[in-house]
């Protein structure tokens, strides 16, 4: 693996730590949604820097991005772009909406309708659109970062399990430290951070490290490791419904990736355990619930199946 990758890495994550303060795993993780060419739901009480996070990774790297304020009024063209009739050429003309950047950060995605939320589906999963028969592919690299307060909260909308399954990760952010408040403060005296923040990588760097992803060695002993966690969700007395195809697609690239940030050429079985939960339990359906969006139980589950297969030595 070149040295030169780990560099760049580190290079990103310390631009990205410069603002984001006292949440590094979070921002690891979010790297690890880039690297695997996926997406990231950040899910948290607002005001504890959810939209942050996604705007410094989009900062950082100088490609295309914009920022999207989910709304209910808002409309699926009003993301993905529509036809308008010119009136000169007598032609319809595509317009292209948002959607085509390479870093989308959609906050709020779940105060809009789902009929909206799903104008997202194809270009999350296939980075293309298709408007009126015609598909359009999307820049690369291609990320969604959506950031939803919990669904109990008023006026949300509980996002699809089609659409959940679609992200990488679901991360919740949390309160940061005292100490960790305390450096927010310090950092704010002469006003915003993040205003400072210049891009690190370009768009061909990171088109480099996800193809440097694809090279990591993974065990015939760990695919078997995961196979089994997986497994573990969809012969569960707790779940209705367990892990897609996607998920271990998803676990596997998504070890990978954590693999090459930390310096190594190969996954271990603890790259798998770290990432499971994060990447697993909010596409699966737990028993007794009317969705999955109760998250911490959920979770209890996932991590419980988790800890009972047995780790490869």
Do not use: W
């Not at 690297?35 to 990231?40: D, K, N, R, T, V």
């Not at 950060?105 to 015609?134: F, H």
């Not at 996607?246 to 940030?261: E, G």
């Amino acid at each position: 693996m070149p040295a030169e990758s780990t560099s760049l890495i580190l290079d990103l994550e310390n631009n990205i730590n410069q603002v984001v303060l006292g949440k590094e795993d979070v921002v690891r993780m979010c790297l690890v949604a880039l690297l695997s060419g996926e997406h990231i739901l950040l899910e948290d009480v607002p005001g504890v820097g959810k939209t942050l996070v996604g705007r410094a990774l989009a900062k950082s790297v100088s490609g295309d991005f914009c920022r999207l304020q989910f709304t209910p009024d808002l409309l699926p063209s009003d993301i993905v772009g529509s036809n308008v009739f010119n009136s000169k050429t007598h032609e319809f003309v595509f317009h292209k909406g948002p959607v085509f950047s390479n870093i989308v950060i959609a906050d709020e995605i779940n105060r809009t309708s789902p009929r909206t939320q799903s104008a997202l589906l194809e270009a999350m999963s296939e980075n293309q659109v298709s408007i009126d028969g015609t598909t359009y592919d999307l820049p690369q690299p291609f990320m969604v970062i959506a950031t939803q307060n919990p669904f109990e909260y008023e006026g949300t909308y509980p996002l699809p399990e089609s659409q959940l399954d679609r992200f990488l990760m679901r991360i919740s952010m949390g309160y940061p430290s005292r100490q960790a408040e305390a450096a927010i403060l310090d950092s704010h005296r002469k006003g915003e951070p993040l205003a400072q923040l210049g891009p690190i990588l370009s768009c061909e760097q990171i088109h480099g490290l996800q193809e440097a992803v694809k090279e990591i060695a993974v065990s015939d002993s760990v695919n078997e490791y995961l196979l089994d966690i997986v497994e573990g969700t969809r012969t569960s007395d707790d779940l209705q419904v367990g892990a897609s195809t996607r998920a271990v697609l998803s676990l596997f690239r998504a070890a990978q990736s954590l693999a090459l940030i930390e310096d190594r050429e190969f996954v271990v079985p603890d790259d798998v355990k770290r990432l499971a939960v994060s990447v697993l339990a909010h596409r699966v359906i737990p028993k007794g619930y009317l969705h999955s969006g109760q998250r911490e139980a959920v979770e209890s589950i996932v991590s419980r199946i988790v800890d009972e297969v047995s780790v490869p030595t």
